[in-house]
């Protein structure tokens, strides 16, 4: 079955294959769709990044999206 790091390795390695996928961008350039994917680890790095925000920071943006 593997470990959670493999099955992560796995996936990334996976999507940035289909995002480098010829077939793959003319279907989106066809389908006019902008595709601009960041790597897996630059988004697990974000996403860590907003999880660690300041409670206060979270609450000024949800009263800045939903006055």
Known sequence: MGTPAEHVTT???AFDATMR???????ATK???DVSPLP?????EL????Y????ALV???KKAIRP
């Open 47 to 50: 996403v860590a990044k907003l």
């Open 52 to 55: 660690a925000s300041p409670p």
């Open 40 to 44: 897996g680890a630059k988004v697990q």
């Open 21 to 27: 996928d010829p077939q793959f961008q003319a279907d």
């Open 31 to 33: 389908m006019r769709v």
């Open 59 to 61: 609450e000024r943006a």
């Open 11 to 13: 996936l990334r390695a």
